[in-house]
Nanobody, 127 residues
Framework: QVQLVESGGRLVQAGGSLRLSCAAS????????MGWFRQASGKEREFVAA???????YYADSMKGRFTISRNNANNTVSLQMNSLNPEDTAVYYC?????????????????????WGQGTQVTVSS
């Protein structure tokens, strides 16, 4: 129902910046919350950021102040601007979509609450 394709991942130096994009298809994009998650090798998938259809944003504590999520409903895209990257940010970054939460934002931080996922894009930060 919702298809997501990430792009923009590449090798960057520590301290550098990178902007990831996610192109979404589906009639209900404008009513979906969008999230970014990442998964480093050997680790569980973790929450990075999310944005509601209204534009309200949420961030993991470790990303707050460094990463910025945004969306363009006209283009059906969501972006993740990443600054001050460090090697610990190395991971596959995934775009995800789910219905706007009706009662609480807590669910936005849980990978299992998102039914739609992209294939991911690799971000590698060199030291």
């Amino acid at each position: 129902q919702v298809q997501l394709v990430e792009s923009g991942g590449r090798l960057v130096q520590a301290g550098g910046s990178l902007r990831l994009s996610c192109a979404a298809s589906g009639r209900t994009f404008n009513r979906h919350a969008m999230g970014w998650f990442r998964q480093a090798s050997g680790k569980e998938r973790e929450f990075v950021a999310a944005i509601l259809s209204t534009g309200t944003t949420y961030y993991a504590d470790s990303m707050k102040g460094r990463f910025t999520i945004s969306r363009n409903n006209a283009n059906n895209t969501v972006s993740l601007q990443m600054n001050s990257l460090n090697p610990e940010d190395t991971a596959v970054y995934y775009c995800a979509a789910r219905a706007d939460p009706a009662s609480a934002s807590w669910w936005l931080r849980l990978p299992g609450s998102y039914p739609y996922w992209g294939q991911g894009t690799q971000v590698t930060v060199s030291s």
